[in-house]
């Protein structure tokens, strides 16, 4: 069984300025998803990881490497989503993200090493999904914590789910917090 695809997304941001500072290098943000139609039935399945299992890297080759290649640069940080149309289950979105087939086809291209951090959802078209990002070498890396959204107008159609990958060049643009634990004081 292939993967049935109705678009690929393709999404940019370059920040050039964040509070009025012009910052050191432009932050950029890739959103690369396919807009697939739902795999599983409408009906209850007890075993959604057989069909993940079957499709899960056919679909990671589509969004992942090209995230990857639409940044245009180094990944720093990354996440991953499904937005599942309201004919579906979150678990349906959730079975195709957080499958080692998937997840891997990017942690490879991102050269990566951490978990992806993850969303999914049901939602009527247009519906935003906030997306986590993190560093993709050390999740505890606290500069690089930071939700990016994504909304298409006519995304997901109710039989559809909108699965995501998304990379960034660096942290959050001015980030300045103190290194994770640093609050942690010791008493001697």
């Known amino acids: 069984m292939?993967?049935?695809?109705?678009?690929i997304i393709r999404h940019?941001?370059?920040?050039?300025?964040?509070?009025?500072?012009?910052?050191?290098?432009?932050?950029?943000?890739?959103?690369?998803?396919a807009v697939i139609e739902n795999p599983y039935p409408s009906e209850y399945?007890?075993?959604?990881?057989t069909l993940a299992d079957e499709i899960g890297e056919e679909i990671g080759k589509l969004v992942g490497p090209a995230c990857v290649e639409l940044l245009g640069d180094e990944v720093e940080s990354f996440g991953k989503a499904a937005l599942v149309g309201i004919d579906g289950e979150v678990e349906h979105g959730s079975a195709l993200i957080h499958n080692l087939r998937f997840g891997n086809v990017f942690r490879a291209a991102a050269e990566g090493t951490e978990l992806l951090p993850a969303a999914e959802k049901v939602g009527l078209a247009g519906s935003p999904i906030d997306i986590p990002l993190k560093h993709k070498l050390n999740a505890k890396t606290r500069s690089h914590h930071q939700t990016v959204t994504l909304q298409i107008a006519d995304v997901p159609r109710p039989?559809?789910?909108?699965?995501?990958?998304v990379a960034a060049n660096a942290g959050r643009p001015l980030a300045r917090l103190a290194e994770f634990g640093a609050e942690v004081q010791t008493v001697g």
């Not at 290098?25 to 998803?33: E, N």
């Not at 039989?159 to 990958?165: A, F, K, S």
């Open 159 to 165: 039989r559809e789910i909108l699965v995501v990958c």
């Open 45 to 49: 399945v007890q075993d959604l990881v």
């Open 12 to 33: 940019l941001e370059e920040t050039r300025l964040e509070n009025g500072r012009e910052l050191d290098r432009i932050h950029r943000v890739a959103f690369v998803g």
């Open 2 to 7: 292939g993967v049935r695809v109705r678009k």
